[in-house]
């Protein structure tokens, strides 16, 4: 049996890691695992080559995806799902493990009803992707967001002043969250609750009153940005602040233990699941299992944001 794997949409560090599982199990089953470069793509270009053991040594500790990845246009089209689909018929691969968001699972939904087996494994940063807890590269943007904070905090406090920390998350907030509360930020704006300055403010006067000499506000890139957020925090407050954005600066570099680990349990599942001709499906990590949910349930829901940590935050941002 022929499979191949391919990595899609936004890079998330640990997707090397889970095409390392996935080539590695496929072959300790005496599968063929085909590497296919730049996602679809590539698939549509026929850009692809059988994967050796070797071929993905000394990558599970890298950052971004050996195999390269797209938002492919051309992909979109129902011409172009056709062609893809015939692409791997032509190949002679029967299934598709695809790495990678939301996007790139409907795009797998696509190849399904054109006949294709494939299994998808969640990788984006922004932990948006529901019947999931995490998806790979979560966590290290994760750390990195609260890298980031840690050294704000520094120059913060020495200047006494207030930093807007701007994350990546599209339009989730669950990023911006767990920088927040990690980080422990005065406040997090995230999109799925209003953004209310005066409040922000009013957190603001009250640090201040009691002598807090620094703060650190953390905004969502869906909620609002984080120049705006800033200008309106000067206007209320009368001082000047900073903004730091931290755009792709999240999206890169070495892949925490945590994404490795997932990212080696989803990718080797997602073979698993093909060989047992259990498709159509994404993997996920539920609390210490992996778990399996066909991908129409996948793309039809919605990832809530997790309220009761949102409220202790504000807690604990005193
Ligand atoms: O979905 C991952 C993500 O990094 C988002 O957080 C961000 O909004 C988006 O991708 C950026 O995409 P691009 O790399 O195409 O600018």
Do not use: W
Not at 159 to 166: K, S
Not at 210 to 230: C, F, L, P, Q, Y
């Amino acid at each position: 049996m022929k499979i191949g794997v391919l990595t899609s949409g936004g890079d998330a560090p640990g997707m090397n890691a889970a095409i390392r599982a996935v080539v590695r199990r496929g072959i300790s089953l005496g599968l063929t695992v085909y590497g296919i470069r730049r996602g679809y793509d590539g698939l549509l270009d026929g850009d692809f080559r059988p994967m050796g053991v070797e071929s993905v040594g000394d990558i599970i500790h890298r950052g971004g995806t050996i195999l390269h990845t797209a938002r492919s246009e051309r992909f979109r089209l129902p011409e172009g799902q056709d062609l893809a689909a015939a692409r791997l018929r032509g190949a002679g691969i029967s299934g598709l493990v695809v790495i990678g968001g939301e996007g790139s699972f409907k795009g797998m939904i696509e190849l399904g009803k054109r006949g294709i087996r494939a299994v998808g494994v969640p990788a984006t940063i922004d932990n948006d992707i529901p019947f999931t807890d995490y998806s790979i590269g979560f966590d290290t943007a994760l750390n990195t967001g609260v890298e980031a904070v840690n050294r704000l905090r520094d120059t913060a406090t020495s200047h006494e002043r207030v930093f807007v920390v701007e994350t990546m998350g599209r339009e989730s907030g669950h990023l911006a969250l767990a920088v927040g509360v990690a980080g422990g930020a005065e406040s997090i704006l995230i999109p799925e609750l209003p953004v209310n300055i005066e409040d922000v403010c009013y957190k603001l006067r009250r640090g201040l009153d009691r002598g807090k000499v620094h703060s650190i506000i953390v905004v969502a890139e869906g909620a609002t940005s984080g120049m705006d957020v800033a200008k309106a925090i000067e206007k209320c407050m009368g001082m000047e602040l900073r903004v730091t954005i931290l755009g792709h600066v999240q999206r890169g570099g070495t892949p925490t233990a945590f994404d490795r680990l997932i990212a080696s349990r989803m990718g080797a599942a997602a073979v698993d699941a093909l060989v047992q001709d259990n498709v159509g499906v994404m993997v996920g990590i539920s609390g210490t299992k992996t778990v399996f949910t066909p991908m129409t349930e996948v793309v039809k829901s919605k990832k809530e944001i997790d309220l009761e940590l949102y409220n202790m935050a504000e807690d604990l941002a005193r």
